[in-house]
């Protein structure tokens, strides 16, 4: 019997169609010649490395699960494992693959005219357009319902008012989707850059998600053409769709940089002497691999049934919301724990642990705080809102 790998203890990949292996190990590729020589570096000096971009658009990784529009047209399981080896290398990076597709190219593609599709996916697909999703605002992002930003008709066009928090890719999209309270609901605009009133600012001296760019979006009477709004958005289930999209690639880019921690902490324990011996032969250090272990085979074989699901079209939101919060949890506690056996070096960005354990404070905030998706599933169990 061949014993399991430490990195796929139940052999998850048997269960994977042929096509899934192979973009996984081509993105596993990219990540290790081109992500992870140079990701350090970029994390160290606050710096997207947008030199990446051209390469994870010729691989199809842009929106990859959207069919037609020049997209790749891949299955949901292939695209969450696009983000597990994504974020294997980073979480910015995966997390600029989740708002381009999930959050940008989404939302064209599902509440889009035929027009703003055929306009902007072939160029977004292509890495020529990078868009950017305008939800949160500075008073909060739980409650999006309290939005402030506001749009109102004037003759054929819109008059955006307001300001959004916390936009990955802010300052370098060419286009932003912007959501908007009117007087007929919540409704969505593409707002391109350049337009008069609208501008982007970066968040800096941020300390995690540092090789990822955050802005502010400011709107001041911005004025766009009716053609410019999403016809098919209507009211908070819109943006809410592409965040549960977005969610579910974070469950699986989670499990990444959860076995990047791993690998670390097993192969450090493996060759520091302590006492006389290497950490990994003392029980202690044993148990807390097994655990790392543990946690992330049940996280893989949560997120792979989670992908099924999606494409049976049977994925329910709250599924989402109970993988988005184990998985992301899991590898929060991983990542602190691999720092921890590192030891003093783990404070150091020559290893990887601090660096995921940093960009994970983020992802476990953002596309929904774990509380929020705790009251989710509590919401399920009891059919009674605690929000
Ligand atoms: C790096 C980064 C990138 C981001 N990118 C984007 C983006 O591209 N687009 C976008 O729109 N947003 C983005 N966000 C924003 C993100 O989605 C929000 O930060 C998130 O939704 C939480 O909102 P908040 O920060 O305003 O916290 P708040 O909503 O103010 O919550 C504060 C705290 O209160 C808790 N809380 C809230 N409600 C309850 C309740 N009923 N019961 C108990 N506790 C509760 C929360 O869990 C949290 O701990 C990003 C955030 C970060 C950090």
Request: aromatic share 6%; net charge neutral.
């Amino acid at each position: 019997m061949k014993p399991p790998t430490y990195d796929d203890f139940y052999d998850v990949r048997s269960m994977l169609s042929e096509d899934e292996r192979q973009i996984q190990d081509l993105v596993g590729r990219f990540v290790d010649e081109k992500v992870l020589p140079g990701i350090a570096k970029a994390f160290d000096e606050h710096r997207f490395p947008a030199e990446l971009v051209p390469e994870i658009a010729r691989m199809g990784l842009l929106g990859c699960n959207i069919e037609g529009y020049e997209c790749a047209g891949l299955n949901n399981v292939a695209y969450g494992l696009i983000c597990q080896e994504l974020e294997r290398g980073d979480s910015g990076l995966r997390s600029f693959v989740s708002v381009q597709g999930s959050l940008c190219m989404h939302p064209i593609h599902a509440y889009g005219s035929e027009e703003q599709k055929k306009r902007w996916l072939p160029k977004m697909a292509a890495g020529k357009v990078l868009g950017c999703f305008g939800l949160t605002e500075p008073d909060g992002g739980s409650d999006p319902g309290t939005m402030k930003t506001h749009a109102k008709r004037d003759g054929g066009d819109w008059i955006l008012n307001g300001a959004k928090m916390w936009i990955t890719n802010g300052t370098i999209a060419d286009i932003a989707i912007v959501w908007a309270s009117t007087e007929e609901g919540v409704r969505g605009f593409i707002v391109e850059k350049g337009t008069k009133g609208y501008t982007a600012r970066d968040i800096l001296k941020k300390y995690s998600l540092r090789a990822s760019v955050t802005s502010e979006l400011f709107l001041d009477h911005v004025r766009v053409p009716e053609s410019s709004r999403l016809p098919e958005a209507k009211g908070l289930s819109a943006p809410l769709g592409c965040l549960t999209q977005a969610r579910y690639g974070i469950t699986w880019g989670a499990i990444g940089a959860a076995i990047a921690c791993l690998t670390e902490a097993r192969e450090f324990a493996a060759t520091r002497v302590v006492f006389g011996k290497p950490i990994a032969h003392t029980q202690t250090i044993q148990r807390r691999l097994a655990d790392m272990c543990r946690r992330i085979t049940t996280a893989q074989l949560l997120s792979l049934q989670l992908g099924r699901l999606k494409d049976d079209q049977r994925l329910h939101h709250s599924q989402v919301s109970l993988a988005k919060w184990n998985n992301v949890r899991m590898a929060l506690d991983v990542a602190r724990d691999a720092r921890d056996i590192l030891g003093a070096g783990g404070i150091s960005i020559e290893f990887a642990a601090i660096r995921h354990m940093l960009n994970l404070e983020s992802v476990i905030t953002y596309e929904g705080t774990e509380t929020i998706h705790e009251l989710v599933v509590g919401r399920e169990l009891t059919g009674v809102s605690a929000f």
